[in-house]
């Protein structure tokens, strides 16, 4: 952004926020400066020097620091050329000279670092963001939040003892267009939910590839043993490396990258922890590079009351890689109409017409046709940069730290949708009807408890 759009994007902001419950984007620097000074620096180290924290949360942190008085100080990153890379981006971007970590320990060692932005692979988030907040540093963390329910349950209970400010990577919970949907729903306006759609396609073979770093990558600059953290110990694979999100157990793939983001609505939208079972199929159709997990797949939820079968609604979930027809949406159906956060409208498509009703003794039911407020298109490109949303989340995170109030997406959000998630990748990987055990918060496959 050029400081013309940020002040644009700041001002449209301010005036959505004073309309809609944006939670804590609408604090003023006064008011976080009565719990940290204003003049009380946040420094932040970087965990893990991806693409997307190259392309989207180092801008998008950079847009808010001098006003938020944060800045850069340090990066960990296991391999030597990406802990360079860093330090020339960060020097670029902020004209800053920040210090190069091996490793996390090293980096937790510093006195200098009060923050940390978690950008690693997807099987790493839950334990670096456990790591992070027991060596008493906040965490931005990038969803998925968990990819197996032990490194789920550990996360949370750890986040929650210690009471650190942690923001998931969930977008969309700091999207104005969201909010509004959030509010309308919530209201009663919509009526009960019927049923909701989502899907998320592009047509790209080299989606999650990098094989020209993969021929470059060598193992003495790195450290293996380390990067595979609780996973099953096997021998050095740059391509499980670099491409780790074709590869279970380092990544679910679609329902980890894409799913996670779009499910969460559901749990926004309705108060509710999670599906209460999950039917899914997929495969690798077309993209046979030694890829493991699926190219195309489709899942199919039950929501509702986790005790009253009586009431819910059905989610279907469809991604491909190999055909982009239909792109990315997410549709809500209630009797009277849809939502519809694609076109960012609200319609009575579908609803019940007067000759439908009449034939039953029953009165229309049609929603009023009416537009979602400002919205922030959601791009399915290799890297959304620091597009608004990515900003209004990243501000959001930097205002929890100082006023210490809870994030929109915080670690129950996170929790919430990687039960979603590792029930998906359970249906898909063992092709058995998911459940989940509430008692032991443990996803059930076939009745028993899935593992790697």
């Not at 008085?69 to 890379?85: C, K, P």
């Not at 750890?158 to 969309?172: D, E, M, P, Y």
């Not at 003495?220 to 391509?239: A, C, F, G, L, V």
């Amino acid at each position: 952004m050029n400081d013309n759009s940020r002040r644009d994007f700041l001002k449209k902001t301010a005036l959505g926020t004073a309309g809609f419950s944006l939670g804590a984007m609408a604090f003023s620097p006064k008011s976080y400066s009565r719990i940290l000074g204003a003049n009380d620096r946040v420094n932040v180290g970087i965990v893990g020097f991806s693409d997307r924290c190259r392309g989207a949360l180092v801008p998008a942190m950079q847009i808010h620091a001098k006003e938020m008085n944060f800045q850069f100080t340090a990066v960990s990153d296991i391999w030597s050329r990406r802990r360079d890379e860093a330090q020339a981006f960060v020097k670029e971007k902020a004209g800053l000279d920040i210090a190069a970590c091996r490793n996390n320990d090293e980096l937790y060692d510093r006195k200098d670092v009060d923050a940390v932005i978690i950008s690693t692979a997807d099987f790493q988030h839950a334990l670096h963001c456990k790591e992070a907040v027991e060596a008493g540093r906040d965490a931005y963390v990038e969803k998925p939040f968990a990819e197996t329910m032990a490194d789920n349950r550990a996360a949370k209970e750890a986040v929650l003892r210690t009471g650190k400010i942690v923001q998931v990577g969930s977008q969309r919970r700091s999207g104005i267009n969201y909010h509004q949907a959030h509010d309308f729903i919530k209201a009663g306006k919509f009526g009960d939910i019927v049923a909701v759609e989502m899907t998320w396609n592009v047509n790209q073979p080299g989606r999650w590839r990098r094989p020209d770093l993969v021929g470059q990558i060598r193992k003495e600059d790195t450290d293996w043993d380390r990067y595979q953290m609780n996973r099953p110990k096997t021998d050095w694979d740059p391509r499980k490396y670099l491409e780790f999100r074709l590869f279970w157990p380092y990544s679910s793939g679609i329902p980890g990258q894409w799913m996670a983001h779009q499910i969460d609505t559901v749990h926004w939208f309705t108060d509710l922890p999670h599906p209460r079972s999950v039917a899914a199929n997929g495969g690798i159709y077309l993209w046979k590079d030694g890829r493991q997990n699926f190219d195309t797949m489709t899942a199919v939820f039950d929501y509702g009351p986790l005790n009253d079968m009586s009431k819910g609604f059905q989610v279907i979930y469809s991604s491909r890689f190999t055909n982009s027809a239909g792109g990315t949406k997410e549709i809500y159906y209630s009797n009277a109409g849809e939502l519809n956060l694609d076109t960012n409208k609200i319609s009575p498509n579908g609803g019940l017409r007067a000759n439908q009703a009449r034939a039953m003794g029953m009165q229309e039911n049609l929603l009023q046709e009416m537009a979602l407020g400002e919205a922030v298109k959601v791009e399915t490109g290799a890297n959304t940069g620091a597009d608004d949303m990515t900003s209004a989340h990243m501000r959001n995170w930097m205002e929890c730290v100082r006023s210490r109030k809870k994030p929109n997406a915080d670690v129950m959000a996170g929790y919430n949708h990687s039960i979603a998630n590792i029930m998906t990748t359970a249906a898909l990987r063992t092709g058995q009807f998911v459940t989940f055990d509430e008692e032991k918060q443990e996803v059930l496959a076939g009745g028993k408890p899935f593992q790697y």
